[in-house]
């Protein structure tokens, strides 16, 4: 393929194998690691937040539901930003302006000031996810695209992994601050990363886009039903996937299991689950088709949430990996699918599976509290597991016209 330095029509993307390929996926593992380790920092040591700042479980949640609220409030205006100023520079401001929230999210001395910081927080780091997807639709020639999809899905697993997994060791061992702190520099390192290594853009092409036009695209592509399905798998799969572990540490804490936070914080390793399975499924989507693979794996999902209301640790372990493995792989078909799909406005169209996708996060997470305070963990696994059918039986409706090198 012709490659051209202005990005010009000639461009045909990197091809897999490349060093350009290879030092995009690296690049955007940092912008990863830095988004989604901030982002659920919080999430292992809810309990601890719960009890220093002498809030209940459901609200204690909100540190994650602001800052996923600031979120999908912010992936449109993002895009529109993208746009203008091409999607490196784009991810580079809000990487940047996140990090710096992030460093100071931990000393606030209040409730309602951290959750207002967590909110700017939520805000900047929504530059990331709509954007990265659109920059590697740009970037990547288009027969490795799915692929290239699924490894950064996977790199986002990792981000969220470590930082749930660098918080809440040292937070049980000294001080929730401190934990959340450290998750910041980590956020900051991985930064530098993403400024260093990532490739000149060249399949970027600025757009003189307004806010009247990308609410224009955006209200078109929600009048769409083979669209407003993808965004719906979103909403609903990661509403559920993120009740699940937001109430897990707290289940985990009482009878029978009696786990301190640190090291309840192991189990989050089932995040590796999900950097397989994203990636694996990202490789099959031309043989079997998104549909297939989209089913498959929210049956899978809902298997697993079913698997933990054992009360054998080992169990409830392997039902975690399962429920991970899936959601994981469901929502790296539904999101390059959002995408593959729109015939116009793909960044948008990414900007609005993100933005539901995050909606059902702050939604679901806060209200998997009021399950969890009413009926406890099998009230969770009921509602995790309802929301994961709506999605199945939604998404069967749809058609799947993925064939290799057709992506309608």
Same mark, same amino acid.
């Given at each position: 393929?012709g490659?051209? /330095?202005?990005?010009s029509?000639?461009?045909?993307g990197h091809?897999r194998?490349?060093?350009? &390929?290879r ?8 912008a990863?690691?830095?988004?989604f380790?901030?982002?659920?920092s919080?999430?292992?040591i ?6 220093e700042?002498?809030v209940? /479980?459901?609200?204690a949640?909100?540190s994650?539901?602001?800052a ?12 529109l ?5 091409g ?19 931990p000393?606030c001395?209040?409730f309602d000031?951290l959750?207002v910081?967590r909110?700017l927080?939520?805000v900047?780091?929504g530059?990331i996810p709509?954007v990265?997807?659109t920059?590697?639709?740009e ?5 490795h ?6 490894t ?9 992994l ?7 060791p040292i937070a049980d061992?000294?001080d929730?601050?401190i ?6 520099v980590l956020?900051?390192?991985?930064t530098a ?5 990532t /490739?000149? /853009? ?10 009247t036009?990308?609410?224009?695209i ?6 769409n039903p083979?669209?407003v399905?993808?965004y719906?798998q979103?909403?609903l799969?990661m509403?559920?996937f993120?009740?699940?572990y937001? &109430?897990?540490?707290?289940?985990l804490?009482a009878?029978?299991f009696f786990i ?5 914080s192991l ?10 399975s ?11 088709g ?7 794996s929210?049956?899978i ?6 698997l933990?209301l ?5 169990i409830?372990?392997l039902?975690?990996?399962v429920l ?6 469901a929502?790296?078909v539904?999101?390059g699918?959002?995408?593959a799909?729109?015939?116009h406005?793909?960044s948008?169209?990414a ?6 996708y &995050?909606?059902?996060?702050?939604v679901f997470g806060?209200l ?16 995790v ?9 939604w ?12 992506l309608?």
């Open positions: 393929m490659s051209t /330095p202005d990005g029509a000639g461009w045909g091809r194998g490349s060093s350009a &390929y030092r995009i996926l690296i690049a955007l593992l940092g990863g690691i830095a988004t380790a901030q982002l659920y919080p999430q292992g809810l309990p601890l937040i719960a009890s700042l002498d209940d /479980p459901s609200r949640s909100l994650i539901s602001a996923t609220t600031g979120l999908a409030v912010s992936v449109l205006p993002w895009s930003v993208a746009d203008r100023i999607r490196v520079r784009a991810m580079r401001i809000a990487l940047v302006s996140a990090t710096i929230l992030g460093l100071c999210m000393w001395p209040w000031l959750l910081v909110t927080e939520g900047a780091l530059g709509g990265a997807v920059y590697l639709s970037e990547i020639n288009r027969k695209a799915a692929v290239a999809a699924g950064y899905v996977a790199g986002t697993t990792i981000g969220g470590a930082g749930r997994l660098i918080a809440a061992a000294t929730w601050r934990g959340a702190f450290a998750v910041a956020a900051a390192v991985a990363v993403f400024f260093l290594i /490739p000149r /853009p060249q399949g970027f092409q600025p757009h003189a886009a307004s806010v036009s990308v609410l224009r955006a209200g078109r592509q929600m009048r083979r669209l399905v993808l719906a979103g909403f799969l509403g559920g993120v009740a699940a937001n &109430y897990l540490t707290f289940r804490e009878a029978p301190p936070v640190g090291l309840a189990l989050f390793l089932a995040y590796l689950a999900g950097t397989v994203s990636r694996v499924v990202g490789g099959l989507v031309d043989r079997h998104r549909k297939r693979l989209l089913l498959v929210t049956a999902m809902i298997a697993g949430t079913l933990t054992s009360e054998s640790l080992v409830v372990v039902g975690l990996v991970t493995g899936g959601f994981f792989g929502h790296s539904a999101s699918w959002a995408g799909r729109a015939e406005g793909r948008q169209s900007s609005l599976y993100n933005l539901w &995050y909606v059902g996060s702050s806060f998997g509290g009021i399950a969890w305070s009413h009926f406890g963990w099998p009230g969770v696994v009921a509602m597991s309802g929301l994961a059918l709506i999605a199945a039986i998404a069967a409706c749809t058609s799947d016209e993925t064939k290799q090198g057709n309608a």
